[in-house]
């Protein structure tokens, strides 16, 4: 059974599911999606599980903020303001993109409510000067605009183009969580991804069991970028999807189950 609620969390009302019993596994969706993203997860581990998505603060159906710039700070904090409203101590992280860089900033103020952290298609490292600059655009894109042409000039860097030919209909359920996203709260969320620091040296701090994965064709999160996380934190696996962009657990959902299913086996109970 999926319990589908919304809280108040940090002054803004946050919308979540809590599905399943067991170790439990938060789900990070990114930008500008949000938590059904995660519907193949959700109904791959919720027999084993205790599965949580949310929509992250001005995405989804929560609040949007009355902020020009959400944090990854501040998007951590909702994460871990949820664990709190739902009485949970610790918890298994999995991030995709922007979900990935809320779980390394989650990491960094919330270590010791840390059991685990996955990283899919993201990266560490702070905006170059220029990249945090064609953010702040893209965030007045988005304001000015709405969320349809601007996220929709994604779409075709989002996907591989072998994942469109398998499976075409993934074009019109990426697209529809891009158009249906609130543009204030995408800016604000893009304004502060801009903000961000330098996540490396967390990770090399990480003490708890770590999972990265990466599709070969991510524009956006390349492989190398990857294995950077991965000499970074002690102990972690790197897993590579062949022909996945970057939306790889909608793209390789059998294999990114698979993948999470055989790390979840190494978090202590």
Known sequence: ??????????????????R???????????????????DPQVEALSWKYRVITLDLRGYGASEVPNSDVSTLDTMAADVKGLLDHLGIKKAVLVGLSMGGQVAMAFSD???????????????????TTEAAAARRAMADRFVN???????GEMLPR???????????????????????????????????????KDYLPTLRRLTV????????QDQFSPLERAQQMHNAIPSARLVVFDEVGHMSNLEAPDQFNASLHEYLETIPQ
């Open 1 to 18: 059974m999926t319990t589908r609620s919304v809280a108040s969390i940090n002054g803004i009302s946050i919308a979540y599911r809590d």
């Open 20 to 38: 399943g019993t067991g170790t439990v596994v938060v789900f990070i969706h990114g930008h500008p999606f949000d938590q059904s993203m995660w």
């Open 109 to 127: 103020l919330f270590p010791e409510r840390l059991a685990g952290l996955v990283l899919a298609g993201t990266f560490a490292e702070a905006d």
């Open 145 to 151: 605009e709405g969320s349809v042409l601007p996220g």
């Open 158 to 196: 989002l996907l591989a183009q072998a994942s469109l030919k398998r499976h075409p209909e993934l074009a019109v359920t990426v697209y529809t969580m891009i158009a249906s996203a609130s543009p204030e709260g995408a800016a604000a969320a893009l304004r502060g991804r801009a903000l961000r």
């Open 209 to 216: 069991p770590a999972l990265i994965m990466v599709g070969t």
